[in-house]
């Protein structure tokens, strides 16, 4: 017997997923978190989560619903953001709309002209950077001896790759690096009052400036084009359109917060992982390049470095016995999809021979899947292997500092040292 579609709440009773609403409970330790996921999946159908003063949200936390939400755009839109908050008008304004709070033929032109300028000369330039890159961090990291590896480590590799590969000059990379850390900090963060008093606009300012100087390269770049993205990017002519230079500096936001935060995390948690399961370690070294692909999802799944985006609904849809209508606000929990009992076997395992791995560590497919996918798999195969098969027994030690965010997986900082000298 089919069951007719129901409305769940009003939008103001309380459920029992208002804790994923609570800043305290992303302060929680991870396990903590995961077992109250397992709850709200277990319940079969999405979840009504309180905001406070705000609307409040439908959970999507089993892998068949983030899935199905993330394919259909023209049910569950991007527009006007996907993060918790959303973007304010002004800010959406002044900065531009970045391609991920975009939809339909506005994000398919910016999309199309992206895709076009990663050529694959482009690509292959970038594979071959990445090597020798990651090749020269663990370099410095054998003749300096730090212990603090996402400075050291995890944050250079992705930051390197991406400004060699859209042409930023040496001159403007340790700034840039700095914005990126006061443009990201406080994302999904809860701080007290005065710390939001006495900062409130310290990321917006970090991401102005950080615009403004892509910009000027921009505008150097359409005089005199070199071989890299950002030339490719404001000199290509997709049905007659190229990257403006608020396109641009939007384009690079995300490239520099998605592409360098994302890879950055998963780095760090994936060193954590295989020294916490040397089993993992010892059977990923006995044949590395049998097994990195496999130990790359099994990182970027268990750890998932972006634990939620958000969706608005613009049309009627039914979901599991669940009657969503326009205005609903919905977010998917690639945090609590990547654990689904339904589709992975002994979820909270670390196993690098998981097969299939359908993971959604870089989306839930449809149009918005991660630009950078292959990218980020290649920048952490190719550290992992210079990391592992160097003769030093590398570690971490201890916990990773976790920065307690409700949007991303983010360590703050992690220990490290050598077993051997």
């Not at 277990?42 to 989560?49: I, M």
């Not at 030093?392 to 916990?399: E, F, S, T, Y």
């Not at 976790?402 to 360590?411: I, K």
Request: charged residues 25%; aromatic residues 6%.
């Amino acid at each position: 017997m089919t069951l007719p579609a129901q409305r769940h709440g009003t939008g103001t009773e309380p459920g029992p997923g208002g804790e994923l609403a609570e800043p305290g409970f992303w302060q929680l330790p991870p396990e903590h978190r995961l077992a109250v996921f397992a709850r709200l999946r277990a319940l079969g159908a999405p979840v009504f989560v309180p905001e406070g003063a705000g609307p409040g949200h439908w959970a999507l936390v089993r892998h068949a619903q983030v899935q199905e939400a993330s394919r259909l755009p023209k049910v569950f839109a991007s527009a006007p953001g996907v993060t918790t908050p959303e973007p304010a008008r002004w800010v959406r304004a002044l900065f531009g709309d970045s391609m991920v709070n975009l939809d339909g033929p506005d994000h398919a032109r910016l999309r199309k002209i992206v895709q076009r300028a990663f050529t694959p000369r482009l690509l292959a330039a970038a594979e071959e950077d990445i090597h020798a890159v990651a090749a020269r961090i663990v370099d410095d990291v054998l003749d300096a001896r730090p212990d603090e590896f996402v400075s050291a480590v995890a944050s250079r590799l992705p930051l390197e790759v991406i400004c060699n590969m859209m042409g930023i000059p040496d001159r403007y990379r340790a700034e840039i690096a700095d914005r990126v850390n006061h443009a990201s900090e406080h994302i999904g963060v809860e701080r007290g009052l005065a710390a939001r008093l006495r900062v409130p606009g310290r990321g917006l300012r970090a991401l102005a400036r950080m615009q403004r100087m892509v910009a000027g390269i921009g505008r150097e770049r359409r005089k005199n084009p070199t071989d890299d993205l950002i030339s490719a990017l404001v000199c290509a002519n997709v049905d007659g359109q190229a990257l403006g230079a608020r396109q641009l500096g939007a384009f690079f936001s995300l490239l520099m917060v998605a592409g360098v935060e994302t890879t950055r995390n998963a780095i760090t948690h994936g060193l954590t992982l295989l020294t916490d399961h040397p089993a993992q370690r010892d059977l990923l070294l006995s044949d590395f390049e049998a097994h990195a692909d496999g130990a790359v999802d099994e990182i970027i799944r268990h750890s998932t470095p972006i634990i939620q985006f958000r969706r608005t609904v613009v049309a009627e849809h039914t979901m599991d016995g669940h009657l969503f209508s326009p205005g609903d606000k919905v977010v998917l929990y690639y945090a609590s999809a990547n654990r689904d009992e339904a589709v992975f076997p002994d979820p909270d395992a670390f196993d690098i021979t998981r097969s299939p791995n359908p993971h959604l560590g870089f989306g839930g497919g449809g149009p918005h899947f991660c630009l950078g996918a292959h990218l980020a798999r290649v920048e952490m195969r190719a550290l992992f292997r210079e990391l592992l098969t160097r003769p030093v027994g590398l570690r971490a030690v201890g916990l990773p500092d976790l920065a307690g965010s409700n949007f991303d997986n983010r360590v703050r900082s992690l220990r490290f040292a050598f077993e051997r000298p």
